[in-house]
T-cell receptor
Framework: GENVEQHPSTLSVQEGDSAVIKCTYS??????FPWYKQELGKGPQLIID?????GEKKDQRIAVTLNKTAKHFSLHITETQPEDSAVYFC??????????????FGTGTRLTIIP | NAGVTQTPKFQVLKTGQSMTLQCAQD?????MSWYRQDPGMGLRLIHY???????DQGEVPNGYNVSRSTTEDFPLRLLSAAPSQTSVYFC???????????FGSGTRLTVV
């Protein structure tokens, strides 16, 4: 089955600086890669996702890049703010077809923004 | 539109007791799943369903049962609770092929 590794497990960044979280996956058939943000006491919330037919996607201060050849993808947060402090999870799936919706998650990165 | 609703939010069980964690969604999503979250281990898939009447096992199914009699509901049953099942449980749903999950707010379960 799929295996997703995520690094680093903890990350502290000065407010205003950029943060980068990296993930690798093992299943070459995976084609859908979402990122989730989990705040304390809440369920994970989808913040951005990318499919294998594109290499990069941006949404305001958040971007995700994908390298299918190397089987890794990354989350980039620019101009970090205190409200970015949370646990972030990457995930991968074969997605898009009936029965292929199963997501395999990384182990999470606790991001702390230092004021 | 409530999204994904999980009950209860907190539960304490004694070893050997059984209980059902409830999950309901009002988005007409075909796909539903249960994950458990443990420190340092991320989210691990317990069971999932691609539609009413269809369920399958995930990565860590032992000790849990599920059923899907309607599109809206996907309860998770603990047959005989063990301390190893102490965890936070999340239910999630998505439209077929859409990819992105909507998660519930979780149930924190402690087995003593």
């Amino acid at each position: 089955g799929e295996n997703v590794e995520q690094h680093p497990s903890t990350l502290s960044v000065q407010e205003g600086d950029s943060a980068v979280i990296k993930c690798t996956y093992s299943d070459s058939a995976s084609n859908y890669f979402p990122w989730y943000k989990q705040e304390l006491g809440k369920g994970p919330q989808l913040i951005i996702d990318i499919r294998s037919n594109v290499g990069e996607k941006k949404d305001q201060r958040i971007a995700v890049t994908l390298n299918k050849t190397a089987k890794h993808f990354s989350l980039h947060i620019t101009e970090t703010q205190p409200e970015d402090s949370a646990v972030y999870f990457c995930a991968a799936s074969r997605g898009g077809n009936f029965g292929n919706e199963k997501l395999t998650f990384g182990t999470g990165t606790r991001l702390t923004i230092i004021p | 539109n409530a999204g994904v609703t999980q009950t209860p939010k907190f539960q304490v069980l004694k070893t050997g007791q059984s209980m059902t964690l409830q999950c309901a969604q009002d988005m007409n999503h075909e796909y539903m799943s249960w994950y458990r979250q443990d420190p340092g281990m991320g989210l691990r898939l317990i069971h999932y369903s691609v539609g009413a009447g269809i369920t399958d096992q995930g990565e860590v199914p032992n000790g849990y049962n599920v059923s899907r009699s309607t599109t809206e509901d996907f309860p998770l049953r603990l047959l005989s609770a063990a301390p190893s099942q102490t965890s936070v449980y999340f239910c999630a749903s998505s439209r077929q092929g859409a990819g992105g999950y909507t998660f519930g707010s979780g149930t924190r379960l402690t087995v003593v």
